[in-house]
């Protein structure tokens, strides 16, 4: 049998970017396989800067 599969469904508000940071640091588990993120013509432009900023902390927290 293989092991479960972890998905976050990141919608770049406050709840889920500070569920996968916390768990980027190790603070929750377990460690999420993959996020979800439906991207459309119509996301405000500040949702897009909140996944590229999580993105960069993310990488950051991987260098450490």
Do not use: N
Request: aromatic content about 4%; glycine content about 4%; hydrophobic content about 50%.
């Amino acid at each position: 049998m293989s092991e479960p599969i972890h998905i976050i469904s990141l919608g770049a508000g406050v709840q889920s970017s500070t569920m996968s940071l916390m768990a980027a640091a190790g603070e929750i588990t377990p460690m999420p396989t993959a996020a979800v993120f439906a991207d459309t013509p119509m996301a405000l432009w500040s949702v897009r800067l909140s996944i590229e900023q999580c993105a960069k902390i993310k990488r950051a927290w991987k260098r450490l």
